[in-house]
């Protein structure tokens, strides 16, 4: 009995110090940090936002007209719905959900008369399409189609882009347009032609009268379809090359639109003065780091930090250690929570060589998308992807990746505040991340010179995003003059600068995404003084309030901070960079 009840002692003392059991810490957070107050305009978002993906579903054609009209609907009900609701009588979290989704409607209907207007400069050089577009649009309308009648549509359309085709093959000069232009109307023909392949499978072979009467118009006008977009895109854009870096400037007064958007009152102009700055600052610290290395200038330490990168096969091990290296440097300071799970949950991914030719560096996420050579790449891109990829260059964004950065973002955001993912913006994703860059530096983080230049190495280089982003959509700077830039001021190598251009102009990142980053940051980098320096909030609880909040526009992330979210909605007046 003495012996069972000494066994008894010993097992409560372990479970109540789990500690001395030897237990792995929990994965279960403590219920405190998962109390919530009820929010009344969080089914309101939520509910947007499923609406809107069922419409999408079905509204999906490419320059659909019924689909503009739609979203155009429902976004105008939606205003009329939060016109019913007084913010004033509304809490602070209320109050700013109110406030963003009110901006977010905005700024939606804005862009659907934007694109309708990209449309409308690219329609001469598609003649008839509209006619397909309505035709896909149909079937999403569940309204069967007459074979006949769709036959002399395919026919006919099938007739106009080849007259025009055999017009602009003998004068290319008589289309009266732009090589931008050009390439949107290529772009914008190839996605109409794979929504009408959609249309046609989905009736040929089941209608008998159908398939009778357009399988030869249809296989004909496909054929068409495909000459015309090889024309657009090779003749009149000049883009036969598939390494050719074509974007499509938006223009100023868009820029000024989105800046507005994003509740920030300074002029692309200004910005790029910003960058400059910036920059500047990054060539004098490199300049120092240089000297501590015994190099006679950047470009040369810059050289010697290249060279230092893990053998082939060595990067993955080398990521994982720069994360745990991260991870332990954070939680020595006690910057912000880390739960358990989320610094276990992110897998590691291996770019190939097709997708280094637009992402030669990380990528991330919810996981790490890690470049790094193959044995299938050509003996310089190999040498250049290596030397991107340098030991020091990725101690400075496996922390930006996953923690502090995305990838805890990602976790976050899954968990807490989750309808406002609507109002993500990359002003917080990428500012964010950025924003740890320049508090790792602040705190020390690069412990010799040459993990100085792989930081400085970066810093300068979101510097200059600013610089060939605005510039190239204010129509200042070409790509290729963007390409220089980079190799020039950053020391880029060459294929990896025109890989980073050609991502920033190909289309799948917004036209300020590439600025999001260093002003984000700043934006991050003013709250952190206004708050934590201050003595407001401690280092922990500035961090985690962020990330529990959600993603939304930086200034309204300060509205949210000091409890000042104004009933008539936010002002796009925060002054957070100071130009003396």
């Known amino acids: 009995m003495p012996r069972l009840r000494l066994l008894a002692s010993c097992l409560a003392v372990a479970l109540a110090f789990p500690a001395l059991a030897d237990a792995p810490p929990s994965l279960a957070p403590p219920l405190a940090r998962m109390a919530a107050q009820p929010q009344a305009m969080a089914p309101v978002v939520a509910r947007f936002r499923a609406d ?16 503009e009209a739609a979203l155009r609907r429902l976004y105008t009900d939606w205003q009329a719905r939060l016109a019913e609701i007084d913010p004033a009588s509304l809490g602070v979290e209320d109050r700013l959900d109110h406030a963003l989704f009110q901006r977010e409607l905005a700024y939606r209907l804005v862009q659907l ?15 008839g399409v509209d006619r397909l577009v309505a035709l896909v649009e149909a079937r999403r309308a569940n309204e069967y189609p007459d074979g006949r009648a769709s036959a002399q549509v395919l026919d006919e359309v099938r007739g106009q ?52 009467w357009t399988r030869q118009p249809y296989e004909a006008l496909d054929q068409q379809l495909e000459a015309h977009a090889r024309l657009l895109r090779d003749k009149l854009a000049g883009a036969s090359d598939p390494e050719t870096i074509i974007g499509d400037p938006i223009g100023r007064q868009a820029l000024l639109e989105g800046l507005r958007h994003e509740l920030i009152p300074y002029t692309p102009e200004q910005l790029m003065d910003l960058a400059e700055r910036e920059l500047a600052w990054c060539e004098r610290e490199l300049a120092r780091a240089a000297a501590d290395m015994g190099a006679k200038d950047w470009r040369e330490a810059l050289e010697m930090v290249k060279s230092r990168h893990p053998a082939p096969g060595g990067q993955p091990k080398l990521v994982v250690e720069l994360a745990d290296e991260a991870i332990a440097w954070l939680e020595a300071r006690e910057m912000v929570t880390i739960p358990e799970l989320a610094r276990r949950d992110w897998r590691m991914t291996m770019l190939s060589p097709e997708y280094q030719l637009q992402a030669p560096f990380f990528l991330g996420g919810q996981d790490v998308w890690v470049a790094y050579p193959t044995d299938t790449m050509p003996h310089d891109k190999k040498l250049m992807a290596l030397r991107g990829n340098n030991r020091h260059f990725s101690r400075a964004v496996v922390h930006h990746e996953l923690i502090p950065g995305h990838h805890l973002q990602y976790f976050y955001n899954s968990r807490h505040q989750t309808h406002r993912e609507l109002f993500d913006t990359p002003f917080w994703t990428e500012g964010w991340a950025l924003y740890w860059e320049f508090r790792l530096w602040d705190e020390g983080f690069a412990t010799t010179p040459e993990d100085r230049i792989g930081m400085l190495f970066w810093r300068s280089h979101r510097a200059a995003r600013i610089l060939f982003s605005l510039g190239f959509h204010l129509g200042k700077m070409t790509p290729d003059e963007a390409v220089e830039l980079l190799v020039d001021r950053v020391g880029h190598e060459r294929e990896n600068a025109r890989a980073e251009v050609r991502r920033s102009f190909a289309g799948d990142y917004g036209p300020l995404y590439q600025i999001a980053y260093m002003i984000g940051g700043l934006q991050f980098r003013e709250l952190h003084r206004e708050f934590v320096q201050s003595g407001r909030m401690s280092e922990r609880e500035f961090h985690d309030t962020i990330l529990m909040g959600g993603p939304m526009p930086v200034a309204a992330v300060r509205a949210r901070l000091s409890g000042d979210v104004p009933a008539e909605g936010l002002r796009a007046d925060w002054r957070f960079y100071r130009f003396d």
């Open 52 to 67: 809107l993906a069922s419409l999408e579903r079905v509204q999906d054609a490419t320059a659909g007209v019924r689909r």
């Open 113 to 127: 008369d934007f694109q309708r207007g990209r449309v409308g400069e690219a329609a001469p050089l598609l003649p």
């Open 161 to 212: 882009l080849a007259a025009l085709g055999a017009r602009l093959d003998k004068d290319a000069k008589a289309a009266g347009t732009t090589p931008i232009v050009a390439h949107r109307a290529a772009r914008l023909l190839e996605n109409v032609r794979a929504d009408l392949k959609q249309w046609y499978g989905f009736h040929a072979g089941y209608d008998p009268d159908f398939s009778w």
